[in-house]
């Protein structure tokens, strides 16, 4: 069981920037990938951000692409999402997941995919 706790949300002007943070607790021996997702009011939960267990991988929406970052430090069992310039459109809820690595390289962009989830975290853009 993998326990998963986002940090770092909360209100952020359009064009500044906010670093969301998720640590993992529990069975952390084994190689998980991460990932980050969010779901505004009304919409379904969409995929935002992908690392794989090495940190060597990385995979982005077109939405979010070139102004987000993700980054992992597997030593403190965090997973970060860097959110540079961000839009009143990237208001939502966002979750951080989690799930066994199947190869080194391997990220992993579908909600199905993941098999545990945090509790999320509000970020809120304003214009």
């Known amino acids: 069981q993998v326990l998963l706790v986002e940090s770092g949300g909360g209100l952020v002007q359009a064009g500044g920037s906010l670093r969301l943070s998720c640590r993992a607790t529990?069975?952390?021996?084994?190689?998980?990938?991460m990932g980050w997702f969010r779901q505004a009011p009304g919409k379904e939960r969409e995929f935002v951000a992908a690392?794989?267990?090495?940190?060597?991988?990385?995979y982005y929406a077109d939405s979010v692409k070139g102004r987000f970052t993700i980054s992992r430090d597997n030593a403190k069992n965090t997973v970060y999402l860097q959110m540079n310039s961000p839009k009143p459109e990237d208001t939502a809820v966002y979750y951080c997941?989690?799930?066994?690595?199947?190869?080194?390289?391997?990220?992993?962009?579908?909600?199905?995919?993941?098999?545990?989830w945090g509790q999320g975290t509000q970020v809120t853009v304003s214009s």
């Open positions: 997941a989690a799930r066994a690595a199947a190869a080194t390289g391997a990220v992993y962009t579908r909600v199905a995919g993941y098999d545990y």
């Open positions: 529990g069975r952390t021996s084994s190689n998980y990938a």
């Open positions: 690392i794989s267990w090495s940190g060597g991988s990385t």
